[in-house]
Structure formats: C-alpha cells, structure tokens
C-alpha cells in the first residue's frame, strides 16, 4: 500500500465518531518500526464500520467518550506481539478478532477493539465494579465477546458475523461471567447495573448498592455526550430507582399510526436505550411493519406512578442520536386517553 493510500484508508469515516485511522494506531508496531496496515483494506473497513455503528456509538451515546485502546493488527504485528509476548494472542486466535481483514477457520469475520470509558474508570476507581457494564452491553448490543481488564475498567469488545454473546474478565471477579449455556445468560440483568446509570446520569455514586454500605460519595459527573442536559433520566438517585410491580409504558407516534402501544419493556433505560426502545427504533434497529405505521416520529415513554415521563425524537442535527424532554403525566394521560397526539403537541416539549 502506498502512502497515499493509507492516508486516504485512515480518512475513511467507520461511523458518527469514529475513523479508521484511530483503529490503526499500535504501539507495538511504532516502537518496533512495524507496518499496521491492512492487506484487505476493504474487509477491514467493512467489519470496522460493524463494530462501530453497533457497539462503539450507542456505547459512546450512552456513557460518553469511548477511548480506543488497540483496535486493528496486522497478521505481521500481531504475530510479533504474540512471539515477544506484548499481550497479543496468536494470529489464528485473532483472526476475526483484532486481526479484522481475515475470517476465522469457520469463515466468519470479525472485529474487537480495546477501548477505555471514562465514566466507568470513574465508576471502578470509587468502588463499582466492571460487572455492571458488562451486564449493560448484554441486555442491550448485539456483541459477541467481552473480557475485561485490570486497568482503567478497559475491555475489548468484538462484533462478529456468528455472535458467540460471551463475557470474560482478568479482572476481580476473574473468569466467564456469562456464556449461552450457563444459568444467567438470558432475562434481564437491570439490577446488576442499575447504580452505574445513575452514577452516569447524576454524578452520584451510590455505595449501598455495591457494597451495602449506608455512603454516598459524589464527584463531579464524568463528561456525557448528553442525550438533552436539560432532561436526564434521573435527576436523583431516589428517581432512579426501580419500583417493583410498577410498569413502563411505551408509545410509538408514526407518520401513520398515532399512537403505538408496547408494554413490554423492562425499565426505563431499556425503553429508551434498548435494542428496542427508542433508540433503537429511530436508528432502524427495531422490526416494525411500515407500511402499516409509517416512520416515526416521537417516542413517549413513563412508569406508573411517576410525575413526568419523556418524550422521545431523534436528534435534529446529530445522525445516530436521541433527543428527551420531559412531559407531564397530565398531558400524556390525556393522549392515552384519546389514543394518539399530534406533532404540534410533543414538538413544543423540546422547545
């Protein structure tokens, strides 16, 4: 590959936030004068753009900048990390892994990326645990591997044609937190990370959750690529709460069904952030018949018992994101009870 053609590669945009020349950086290889280039510069762009658009930006929409660690190796660098034992695994191991641009034996193609969040450093560094997002990304991406580290909370996480949904970690707890065969594989895990959300959206880190001890201890909240500063999706940790036997309610407005109703969503979070909430349905992401309902074009969402709930659009400037705002219960009860509402009526909540 010539120079012009590895500077054009690194300008190849793999999503929103993210380019291909992040993914090329290695230490190894500018330590050791290797060339990390890809020699199928296509298949690497392809799979890239995979692990970004489902992994990397709806991790970086919902707890800020996302930090790449190690992304792309070549078969050459990698060979050289694994023989000098720079913590690189072998190249048949690695395949469909950090080595992006050559299938496994099976066929199938793949791509991990070591990345640092840090909101969850700051989650780890005042006593959470690595745990809770790993629990998260379960119940809400479509990953294949994770495994955790020691350092900074990093982990890689991969995206791969033939999903293996596996969580391992060399940090304490070390081994296989989940795998599809074991018991706690499938339901929802929303306890297991319930304190992390409400560190994220508040600034508030909440002992008694992790440790069963009666502290709070807060810092300044860690640096959020907010969805609507002015509407978080909880504004104490007491709101943020999860009330037993109480249900979240979900309303989809179409461009042709005004009011779709869902009640199966599990938590707030989920509705908004899930696989099949809000997000994502505004990122084509979730299954619905269009040409029954049409596009959308808000979301509404609230729990029983609540003041206000949240209303939902996709960012006006920003591809990718969401947009929330906070609405009465009055004003939704009123739309529920007439079984729709109008653009008019939920544009001026954003106002």
Known sequence: MSYDALETLGRERLSRNFYMREFLYSEIANWHQLRNV??????????????????????????????????????AVNAFGNRHNLNCAS??????GHIWDYPEATGHHGAVACIVIPALADYIALGGNWTAMAWWIHDHLPYSSLCFFAKLGAFNIGWHEAPQRRIDSFAAPRGCLTKPEMANHAGDHADAYRSLLTFVDTGVFNATS?????????IDPPPVQSVNAAAPLSSTPQAAAHRVGERIRYRAVHTKTGWRRVDNHASLDNA????????????GRVRINKELHGEPLFVVVWRDGDQNGKVVRAHPQHF??????NIPIHAIEQMEARGGSSTSELIKYFA
Do not use: M
């Open 272 to 283: 908004i952030h899930g696989k099949d909430g809000a997000l994502g349905l505004f990122a």
């Open 91 to 96: 190249n048949e191991k690695n395949y469909a």
């Open 38 to 75: 890809p020699d199928h510069p296509d298949v690497a762009l392809w799979v890239g753009r995979s692990l970004c658009t489902e992994l990397l930006e709806p991790l970086q929409l919902r707890f800020g900048r996302v930090h790449v660690r190690s992304g792309y190796r070549s078969p």
């Open 210 to 218: 992790i440790k069963g001890l009666a502290v709070d201890k807060a």
């Open 320 to 325: 990718g994101q969401i947009e929330l705002a």
